[in-house]
């Protein structure tokens, strides 16, 4: 693993209170000067912020302040394990994040990073107008998947209707994201992994999804940066082309960018290193 894992970069977890009062943690990492920018990352279904313990300081020591909320219900976050009640709620406490996230750095531009189902909650924070200003990096996404899975028909509907709080394991293997033995044995011991979600948060998944399907496009600002899809060359959780095709019908902006040595979770791949070159460059507009 990185070298860069041990090294001293300021991390800090803000506290955050959602609007029905649950406690949400907010966690940073800050570099040792001013930043050039700032990341606020929106992880995926099984993941929290945890996961970052490289990409965090790895960012950081780029210039960037990094950012990432464990999604209620997630990592050190209140709520009932793997539980979201509400796509409307789980809106609400990522625009609450993002206005402190904000409010940390309002000099410098901001990148809003989507990994896996992140990218679909990112989907729909842009739909509702949330993200206005802010670069776009959506990273092995699940854009339009439960549509993929499901069809349009009875059993999307009934997933959508679903509620309640009786759970169901999440049928991936770790071995879908990774193939390094030392991120598989992290994934292993890591007990605020997400192994079971409720029918509401399976409900959850296919409202995110109806809000940026049926939202409209995108592009009311042509001069807006680019939107950037970045796709492993092995994914056994997403289907990349269903991902991709519903991103280019949001935006003509959309700019696929390659990593040919990775798998669905990037961060932890051979692939880390040039990822997180390419996303500091990606985050100060070096790039395009």
């Given at each position: 693993?990185?070298?860069?894992?041990?090294?001293?970069?300021?991390?800090?977890?803000?506290?955050?209170?959602?609007?029905?009062?649950?406690?949400?943690?907010?966690?940073?990492?800050?570099?040792?000067?001013?930043?050039?920018?700032?990341?606020?990352?929106?992880?995926?279904?099984?993941?929290?912020?945890?996961?970052?313990?490289?990409?965090?300081?790895?960012?950081?020591?780029?210039?960037?302040?990094?950012?990432?909320?464990?999604?209620?219900?997630?990592?050190?976050?209140?709520?009932?394990?793997?539980?979201?009640?509400?796509?409307?709620?789980?809106?609400?406490?990522?625009?609450?994040?993002?206005?402190?996230?904000?409010?940390?750095?309002?000099?410098?531009?901001?990148?809003?990073?989507?990994?896996?189902?992140?990218?679909?909650?990112?989907?729909?924070?842009?739909?509702?107008?949330?993200?206005?200003?802010?670069?776009?990096?959506?990273?092995?996404?699940?854009?339009?998947?439960?549509?993929?899975?499901?069809?349009?028909?009875?059993?999307?509907?009934?997933?959508?209707?679903?509620?309640?709080?009786?759970?169901?394991?999440?049928?991936?293997?770790?071995?879908?994201?990774?193939?390094?033995?030392?991120?598989?044995?992290?994934?292993?011991?890591?007990?605020?992994?997400?192994?079971?979600?409720?029918?509401?948060?399976?409900?959850?998944?296919?409202?995110?999804e109806d809000a940026y399907m049926r939202g409209g496009t995108w592009d009311a600002d042509p001069s807006a940066p680019l939107v950037h899809f970045v796709r492993p060359q092995h994914d056994a959780i997403i289907d990349l082309d269903t991902s991709w095709q519903v991103l280019t019908g949001l935006?003509?902006?959309?700019?696929?960018?390659?990593?040919?040595?990775?798998?669905?979770?990037?961060?932890?791949?051979?692939?880390?290193?040039?990822?997180?070159?390419?996303?500091?460059?990606?985050?100060?507009?070096?790039?395009?």
């Amino acid at each position: 693993m990185s070298a860069l894992t041990a090294r001293a970069h300021h991390r800090a977890t803000l506290a955050l209170t959602a609007s029905d009062g649950t406690e949400l943690a907010l966690h940073h990492w800050a570099p040792d000067r001013p930043p050039a920018a700032a990341v606020f990352y929106v992880h995926g279904i099984q993941s929290h912020a945890g996961w970052l313990f490289e990409t965090g300081p790895e960012l950081a020591a780029r210039g960037l302040a990094v950012f990432a909320l464990d999604r209620r219900g997630s990592g050190t976050s209140g709520g009932p394990r793997g539980h979201l009640p509400s796509a409307a709620q789980v809106l609400d406490d990522y625009a609450r994040a993002l206005t402190t996230v904000r409010a940390q750095t309002p000099d410098v531009p901001l990148t809003v990073v989507g990994q896996s189902f992140g990218g679909s909650i990112l989907a729909a924070l842009v739909t509702e107008g949330y993200t206005a200003g802010a670069r776009l990096v959506f990273c092995a996404p699940a854009l339009g998947q439960q549509r993929s899975r499901h069809g349009s028909g009875e059993a999307l509907a009934a997933l959508r209707s679903a509620g309640g709080l009786s759970t169901a394991p999440l049928t991936l293997a770790d071995a879908d994201y990774t193939d390094v033995t030392a991120y598989l044995d992290f994934m292993a011991n890591d007990i605020l992994m997400i192994r079971q979600v409720t029918a509401s948060t399976r409900a959850v998944m296919v409202q995110l999804e109806d809000a940026y399907m049926r939202g409209g496009t995108w592009d009311a600002d042509p001069s807006a940066p680019l939107v950037h899809f970045v796709r492993p060359q092995h994914d056994a959780i997403i289907d990349l082309d269903t991902s991709w095709q519903v991103l280019t019908g949001l935006t003509r902006r959309a700019a696929a960018v390659d990593f040919t040595d990775s798998g669905h979770y990037v961060e932890f791949s051979s692939a880390r290193h040039r990822y997180w070159d390419w996303l500091a460059e990606t985050a100060t507009g070096s790039t395009r």
